[in-house]
């Protein structure tokens, strides 16, 4: 088994779920967040919209997840979590990213999934710094591989070159094998 590295955008991805890195309203963002509504279609935020709120306006809290279909997506599911917003280090973001992804492996596994594909969740509007979370990404990814069967493909999403790098480099650290793709090379035609 292996953690993959693909570089580019997760919306094109064909895989049994994509982790969409949601706030807590999940009525959509920017970031990918807006990507994968705007690929989904119209579809997908009235099926988050008909999920419960916990509270007024909150129907995902920070480090858990939410399933909904892929809707228009080449995905079969959208995983909605929320990563924490970065402040500086102290409040306990370590350990919500962290959740995100071991909650989304989690829901992956109750599902039967077999692949499930993960942006740079808290790294964009959320500031989360890329180096700290690549490696709480790989090791949570890592961590899980080593103890469960399922997902059999879990695959971490770089959306430009830095983060690729940084990617790569963050698994090398933790001794995890590796395949590594660049979603341009499926597109030959595009462009
Ligand atoms: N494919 C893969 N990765 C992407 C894509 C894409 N199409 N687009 C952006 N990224 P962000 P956050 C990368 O800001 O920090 C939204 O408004 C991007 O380069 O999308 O968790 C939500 O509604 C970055 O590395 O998510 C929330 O309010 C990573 O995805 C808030 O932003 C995450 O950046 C969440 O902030």
Not at 44 to 68: S, Y
């Amino acid at each position: 088994m292996s953690i993959e590295v693909w570089q580019g955008d997760i919306t094109q991805l064909a895989v049994d779920a994509i982790v969409n890195a949601a706030n807590e309203t999940l009525l959509g963002g920017g970031g990918v967040d807006g990507a994968i509504h705007r690929a989904a279609g119209p579809g997908l935020l009235a099926e988050c919209e008909q999920l419960p709120e916990l509270r007024p306006g909150i129907r995902c809290p920070t480090g858990e997840v939410r399933a909904t279909s892929g809707h228009a997506l080449p995905a079969r599911h959208v995983f909605h979590t929320v990563g924490p917003v970065w402040r500086d280090g102290r409040h306990d973001e370590a350990a919500l990213l962290a959740n995100c992804y071991w909650q989304s492996l989690r829901l992956a596994e109750q599902m039967g999934l077999e692949s499930i594909a993960f942006p740079a969740i808290s790294c964009g509007v959320y500031g989360y710094p890329l180096h700290q979370a690549a490696h709480i990404a790989v090791t949570e990814t890592v961590t899980w591989q080593k103890s469960h069967a399922r997902p059999l493909r879990i695959i971490l999403v770089a959306y430009n070159a830095a983060a690729f790098k940084i990617y790569q480099q963050a698994l090398a650290d933790a001794g995890g094998t590796q395949k590594s793709h660049f979603l341009e090379d499926l597109k030959p035609a595009m462009g």
